[in-house]
């Protein structure tokens, strides 16, 4: 049975996701949506995520509109659209249990992304980013989480950490912004999202400001070890306690 978040375990879950993306470029949606979904139904915590999201993204634009690469961000974003109708369509229509499922799975499948070798780049980049586009809006558009295709392509490809990151962090700003319009022409958009979403505000602001401060800091490895560790707990936990 699900039980409603208190105020302080919600801004504990979104302020760390808030904190590790803001210092590595992902990861805020694959850690706060697997420990969202037990606590919320997943069409709650979708939105939760996403529109909790903005704000945090639309900061680091600003911080690092300079290193992206507008060319490689839309050609990702008109494919994720072409896949996102599928993954919003399933969100409304799937059961909560095979949801949580999905985000387990997609959790599972991120950690494995991050910590298996990737071996040599692809030659035709344009295609794989094409695929990686289309799977990451449809994967988005159920679970909120549209990051694992685009973070294994980058990962793969070895694009340079300050542009890579760059370019995440504009795509997530643009596709989400998409996402959530689908949301409210389906009905998934209600006062309860934007109610839990304003509730979160603190312990983001939190996680932004120390993200920030640590960026420069401390060894960037140590936080992607935690991110790691925190979506592996979280999609096993999402899977295990699905019902």
Known sequence: MLTEPTPLLLN?????????????GFGYALIAMPFLVLLLNPVVAAPVVLLSATPLTLVLVVECYRQMSPRRILHLLLFALLGMPLGVH????????TIRTIVGATSIVA?????????EPLVREGVARSVAGILSGMIGGVSGMTGPPVVLLGLKQRWAHGGFRADLIGYFFLLHGSILVAFGQVGLLDGGSLDFTLHSAPGITVG???????????????YRRLAIGLVAVGGISAIVLRH
Do not use: N
């Open 12 to 24: 504990l879950i979104l302020g760390v996701s808030a904190c590790v993306s803001t210092i590595t």
């Open 90 to 97: 399933g969100l409304a229509s799937l059961p909560s249990a």
């Open 208 to 222: 932004l400001v120390l993200g920030l401060w640590m960026k420069r800091r401390v060894d960037e490895e140590i």
């Open 111 to 119: 950690v494995l992304v991050l910590v298996i070798r990737r071996g």
